[in-house]
């Protein structure tokens, strides 16, 4: 489970980083700041799913600080509060599958 976390955040960072890539293309000078933020908006999401693989609950971290930055931008792009509603999402289940292995690892460690 932790492998479709992953991949479907780092394909989730492509389609937000070219969104943004063309749109800032689009409108040159206005929101400028925003789009900045919605590259990095990008780049977490992507090294959050990166990170998932092996520690899932650093990028569950990951995931969740994306999806605030996120919503501080929604008011100018309405779309990022979807993506971070995404981000908040795969964070949550990120978070839960590195808890779960941990207990089971605990656990493992007592019986034998």
Known sequence: MK???GIIGIGLSILVMLQFMIFN???????????????????LVF???????????????????????????SNDFPDMAFWGSASLILGTLSGFFGWKESTSLGRSKLNG
């Not at 293309?25 to 780049?43: K, Y």
């Not at 959050?48 to 931008?73: C, D, N, Q």
């Open 3 to 5: 492998l479709s976390v």
């Open 25 to 43: 293309e689009v409108v040159r000078d206005e929101l400028s700041q925003a789009s900045s933020l919605g590259i990095i908006f990008a780049t």
């Open 47 to 73: 090294v959050a799913g990166a990170l998932t693989f092996k520690l899932p609950r650093v990028g569950g971290l990951i995931f969740t600080v994306a999806a605030f930055l996120a919503s501080s931008i």
